[in-house]
């Protein structure tokens, strides 16, 4: 095949910035499911057919179904997001499929966003805003709207990784007293936040603040249920902007919100995305839910638009990824 015939698929409408880099490249045709909303899973598993590329988000399962339907021409596969649990990584390897990817980009986006919903969720500010609107605001009230704050406090992170240290280097300004992270390793990175590792049952019985921000393996699905939230402080906040739900054992975080076992939650990641609007956390006034914008800053999307269609360009071409994920 000369390169002009190489063929690639895009799931969804992505930034112009990345779309300008796939056609100016000139050694590929693309198509492109041009719309905000997800590809339906039979459109893309017939828009995959033959195609050299794949360039897939984070809500596209790629499969050994999708791969099949690919067939044998598809040599790489970017994604726009740092998280690659949707994607049969097994399959790839046997395959020999390169996989692209988008670290570090997204970084400060994602640890802004934590802070912003850590402070939300422990300061009750949609609680209040809502009182604003709905009139329920009546006088200053010693006694009204209370949360937690972070000076003097112990903040705990599940996965001291590159979102969770950018989250600690964040939260340390405010004051936080002991900063506790757990994971399968310590991490030299740590001194840098004078992060003390400890084991999670200490994290658990420790910290105010437990902030989640691991990858999503088999060893972190359903990590955080019954037992875990029985162990957190019942004045604790606990916030997920890691991997869907999937993490999380929501049925657990929801009892443990409704019998104060614990304070509060805030969520940027559910299970499933979107979360019914009736499922029941959104009946609890102390839980924060944000429909999965940890990312979400113009230039932050422009720029992870940019790293996937670079990523996908250097795989069609067989060369050097600016971010591949070694499979
Ligand atoms: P990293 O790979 O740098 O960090 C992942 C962390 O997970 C590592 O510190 C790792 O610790 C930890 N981890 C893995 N297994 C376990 C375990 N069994 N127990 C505890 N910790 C564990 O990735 P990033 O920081 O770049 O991204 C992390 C995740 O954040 C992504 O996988 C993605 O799912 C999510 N994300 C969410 C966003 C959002 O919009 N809400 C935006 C961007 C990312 P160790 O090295 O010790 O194993
Ligand atoms: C990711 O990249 O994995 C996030 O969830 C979205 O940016």
Redesign the pocket.
Known sequence: ITKHTMKVFVTRRIPQEGMAILKQAGICEVSVWDSDEPVPRSDLLKRVEGVHGLLCMLSDRIDTEVLDAAGPNLKVISTL?????HLAIDELRKRGIRLGYT??V??DA?AE?TVALLLATARRLPEGIQEVKSGGWSSWKPLWLCGYGLSGSTVGV???????LAIAQRLKPFGVKRLLY????P?PHAQEVDGEYVPLDTLLCESDFVVV?????P??CG?CDKAFFSKMKTTAVFIN???LGAVVNQDDLFEALSIGQIAAAGL??TSPEPLPTDHPLLTLTNCVILP?????TYSTRATMAKLSANNLLAGLTRDAMPSELKL
């Open positions: 997001s740092v998280g690659f649990d670290p570090d997204l970084t994602t966003l599940l996965g001291l990784g590159r979102i969770g757990t994971g399968r390793h991490k921000s691991c990858a999503l393996t060893d972190t990590l902007t890691s991997r940027d990641v999965h914008i940890g990312s979400a």
